[in-house]
């Protein structure tokens, strides 16, 4: 390739949206074009996040029929529901679609209404969405037009279990996924329980029943494990700390299951990935050690005393859990080096 | 009791210390006799805990045949293992204990091999010691000489859970205690991983597989559930806060729970605790409200899709998980007003 | 006194009002009588404050005429402007008033209108306020009706200055206040400036120019330093943290000036005070030792490379700064024990 | 320059080490050659830097002799003192020394003894230094061998203010510096004071009087000055956050000064200065605008009422503090792009 991908970015007023602009600011190959945002049209983007303070860019109106014009990518960083508003005219306008939001992770568009409480607004699309988790669809992403990029609990969750549950080392069912997120994974939303005293020195779970990430965290399982349906326990927390996520799932080991096992088909299965890093037997993740960067660190063990194996898995999520991810599809999308802007 | 509790505190120099001396000192029917510290003898407590800048106390050598002529009660925040030490001859001076170590917790010398390392110091007492969780064993403290202090992770494990198993509401098999802790759970431990920049941004599980605190709280579940053993999963976390713990935990629903009985079987054991609250079903419990309190605040809720009850738990580690326990089954013990000192 | 003080509160949904309440409740010597909230009448005071679910308490609407009714004493934790409105008819209803706000701290309309931008809404009142700083007001507290609660950063800056100034050790020029606060400092704002990602790992100055604290600063340190007027530069800083106040401030040393007479003026001045703690010299003031407490304490210490005498002074904003004081002054006015509910 | 810069680190397993690890690994015209650290020698880097799990570069003995045989640039993060036995033989094998500690930044051998209490271990090589700031030092810095890059908190109070001096818009008397630090300021250093526990919810100023940092900052400010000599108050301050550093700086103006000429002798000095952003003129700097990054952010304000000139100015103390600085001060002496590595 020898032009830079040119790359607009929808909604970048959010986290999601800053550190899109972060890593694609020193990204060598690709080059922002346009960033939108309907609340800050014409404003520099610094207006909002001052750390840009001193660079040329504006926000502009989201206006497709224009931007499609100039650009090669389009990632969204929108809420669900608008973002399938953008998604339809960019591709039909022929542009590569990186979509952070939910709209086209779940197959099912019944489970998307469940758990969305609205229908699908473009079930046409489904079809031709490749979920967008680089280390688990790699060749579909290869040659698709509309990525769902994986959403950042489900990143933490589903990269550690799959090769387990693909492997028949650990069963589908009985499945508990206990997470921790930094106050950014709720978006710079400005709601009384995100101020600053409010989260300090508190620790505290959050949609304990029916999370939105339960179905998609589960349809994929489903798909590592090669069953038609799995039910997992998924229970988010709130922790004061800004990024990252920790994800301690607890695996009910199939017979035959061993530690050494375990870590053999996690090595096999990402031994050579880049942004994956399988820590020595019985050593736990740390989200410290991910702090701003692409990767999924992943600890593993077995309690043999409960016959379970034991996983915990960290990621940034602004990066890995976002950001970081829809680069990353979209490197290989293009064909260029996967690592892109992301070391 | 028209005299006041005269209380010796043994190895006041950590954070369990601290926060006797700060309950104790406003503690209307208590007064501190005897705050010792070998390494700090002969030192104003100030020295070590600035904030008591100007009180008139100083540490003194554990000489327990001194202390125990001058004192009803001793409170031993003591390593494991040393408490036993100074327990014995304390007991045989006719001074009631309140053991905040580990030493007298376990009912089972075997176990305590297995999880401490070494043989039991003193199997003899261990039929003489309570258990120290006020709200489990209130008739039995009234009336004993050796308490055992409930562990911090055990307390807010222990509480929710028991009362769910007593009534047959959940299985005693395949239960899951995923804890986060404040950093002061680790003592006032001067080591690498616990200095600012390394907890800072950082959450990481330990003791996966193991922990110490494992049989506590496995012995005292099966207690409540009427079988001779339980295994469970405790793991807990390490989260960037001074204080308190939040426990998630997952139950498997025997037939006919449901959400209403839960709420019920906790509102019949606790509905007239102090220290306990029961939250409306479904919110989850915040560890900032029990900061600084002898509260535990439940949270309770029920997943039909996996058929588990899924409790929150949220204690001050400091407070209710050790010195405030300390305090209530004391006053338990000498038959004062059970809040006095803790509100 | 008998009978218990029957307590008001206007206001009572922001921190400052969370922390009377937190103070009043456990006071021996008053009762709260009614909590006002005009958003939030007739609601439990746990829904906006789930640290208290169980207190038997609701928000009521601030019918002055009703309270001043069944009330000895009310809190008034107002914005300014508002807090005037309700003072005036609790004020003629007999009632004594405690404001948290800045309405009654500025002796001088000018300046009132120079930094809040209107006029003094009832300037007939100015001449009964006596300022709520206790240890310089003590007397004058006894006997008024109207008491205008210092400051959060004027009590931090004013208590160790005044007497210096007051014994001419330093000048009452080129005086320096450099200040960092807690977030609680900016209320319980929602506000994107205020959000846990925002405050995190983030130190910044604001209002470097005529913060509105500035004036209070100036009038009470020169009543001290008996000038008419003086002119200093406060500088206030937001600092990652929920709770307390550092003021560190650079004094000219007048001839003559030594560490230790500074040490003797603030001995004389304030040995004898439950909440003021002088520390040894040349060690420096921790906020974290004066968290949750009614204390100011204050380190010193002396630069002869530039003759400057250099003051650390911390408070807990909420408390000695906001809640705490109202509560000293209330306990004042009413002759009853000055550290009641502080302790 | 056709080949990479051969980089050895020595002294590397404190967290500017880590800094300058992290920089370097994404440095397109540098590799590391050696990694040296007397207590790990032998070890993974990755065993004291977990986030570096998977890289292949282990610690080895500082042997002087072989390491200056394979590389062309050696960075110095030792203690000082230490800094120079290491600086001695590696500039006689001909190897450009960056040193990071403080041992040839004083050009004053007597100010050194005063600070450092120890006679300074090589006088002969400080008329060699060159002072490591490149704003202020490039031409230097280009011919040099060595480097005495410049301290954190000086770096933060000299850069803004240092124009201001030399054009004489602000006096260079009555000059205080106010600043704030986060916890890696302190090094990676295991000691009571910087437990979690200890450092959250607290804020405190130490080095109150004579901290090491003033002589530096001192001779800067007076070299700015065009001045023999300047003395100044210089107060650090501790707080919760990990990274960066906020100077408060307040200046006396000369006559004639207004907020204007400030402004633009600022950006005269820096406008083309791609580490250094001068913000528009009143908005405080803010350290969360520089995490992680090399950047110098300066605010500027003019307080009429005392006549003075009140900077903010926020640096990473790990990235332009430290590590980044001496790998820009490496660039320049190399002629390579000054912001490689770094951006």
């Known amino acids: 390739m020898d032009k830079k991908i040119r790359v607009a970015i929808f909604g970048a007023s959010g986290y999601a949206g800053e550190e899109l602009l972060r890593l694609l600011l020193r990204h060598p190959m690709a080059e922002i074009v346009a960033v ?50 953008y998604a339809v005219p960019l591709l039909e306008a022929g542009v590569k679609v990186f979509d952070i939001s939910a709209d086209f992770r779940l197959r099912s568009t019944a489970k998307y209404k469940e758990y969305y409480k609205v229908d699908h607004p473009a079930p046409q699309l489904l079809s031709r969405a490749v979920y967008g988790l680089p280390e688990r669809y790699r060749e579909e992403l290869k040659r698709c037009d509309l990525v769902a990029c994986a959403g950042c609990y489900p990143t933490s969750s589903i990269l550690p279990t799959a090769p387990l549950l693909a492997a028949k080392l650990v069963k589908p069912t009985n499945v508990v996924v206990c997470s921790c997120s930094g106050v950014t994974g709720a978006g710079r939303k400005v709601d009384l329980p995100y101020i600053f005293p409010e989260c300090n020195e508190s620790l505290k779970a959050y949609g304990v029943v029916g999370h939105r990430h339960l179905p998609e965290i589960e349809q994929e399982m489903a798909v590592a494990a090669g069953v038609p349906e799995m039910k997992i326990n998924f229970i988010p927390h709130l922790a004061p700390m800004n990024r990252c996520i920790n994800s301690t799932i607890l695996l009910d080991a199939e017979e035959g299951c061993t530690l050494e096992k375990v870590g053999e088909a996690l090595e096999k299965a990402y031994g050579n990935e880049e942004f994956i890093r399988i820590l020595p037997a019985k050593r736990p993740a740390d989200t410290k050690y991910v702090f701003m960067t692409n990767c999924c660190e992943i600890g593993y063990n077995f309690d043999a005393h409960t016959n379970k194996v034991i996983i915990t898995s960290v990621i940034d999520n602004l990066t890995k859990g976002a950001a970081g991810q829809a680069i990353q599809c979209m490197n290989i999308r293009f064909g260029i080096d996967e690592g892109a802007g992301l070391r």
């Open 36 to 85: 939108t945002s309907r609340k800050n049209a014409g404003e520099p983007v610094s207006s909002v996040f001052p750390r840009f303070t001193g660079l040329k860019l504006h926000f502009v109106e989201p206006d497709v029929q224009k931007i499609s014009a100039i650009c090669d990518a389009a990632i969204l960083a929108l809420p669900h529901g608008l973002a399938t508003e």
